[in-house]
């Protein structure tokens, strides 16, 4: 008898834990079952530079492109819109520094409280340089603000970021990540940022790690190769570095090389 009491006792416990599982998984949204509303910041504080308004369109269309791509239901803010209580509103904007210089950034708000919990910012650039650079700088800020913003979700535990049709993930895997060319403190950064920030990393442990000559890692990652590729780019065009110019980036089987050339020099400080 006191042997099937226990039985008994054990299997209510084990419903119950199953029942408080299953309570605290309905409570988790995955990313197709919040909103990110997306709503536009006055455009009167560009007030010194010519065709503002194209710039600002040029970057709020490569934020939602991206954020969709990324697997995110994005829609534009309307007075009547119905918000959920995973719902987010985030304002995108563009702040000028000076006659010609600008910043894209992000602001991240909880749809219905109104509460600000990030804003988001990536490198400044000038609106002196040719359409083409601007262009390239406002595709690599949507890239980065958009693989900001998941980074930052994932970290509060906003909902459960799961993708049903996501293009970038795959399998867990691990690739062997080798850079030359990199400062101490640029090599610090970058690989923090690659480990905390990109959609799918998991970790980064050290194969061998030198100051002159090639370092190479173990990074282990959900993330499909091209799209790393593709992050990796967009991380090296805040720093005002290009491909072929100041940049040589190739991924092929399960190998990422980077090598930055002699003369490149990342424009942010990093130590």
Known sequence: MVRAAKIIQLSFLAAFSAALFCLSMAGTARAADFTIFFQTQERNNLPQIKASDEVYDSYHRALIDELTRMGFKVKMRTPDSRLGDKDIILEAGLIQLDADLVIPSAGLLEAKSQIVFAALKTSSFSMKDDIHQINQQ?????????????????AMNWAELSFEKSIWQTEEKTLRLQLSGFSGCFKNYFLDTLETE??????????????????????????????????????????????ERDFELSGRDKFVTLKLFPKALPKGTFC
């Open 198 to 243: 990109f959609p799918g990393s998991v970790s980064i442990s050290v194969i061998r790690e030198v100051s002159v000559g090639t370092s190479q890692y173990k990074f282990t990652t959900a993330a499909k190769t091209r799209f790393i590729s593709k992050w990796i780019r967009a991380l090296l065009a805040e720093q005002y570095l290009y491909e």
């Open 138 to 154: 406002l595709d690599s800020a949507a890239i980065s603000l958009a693989r900001m913003l998941y980074a930052r979700l994932f």
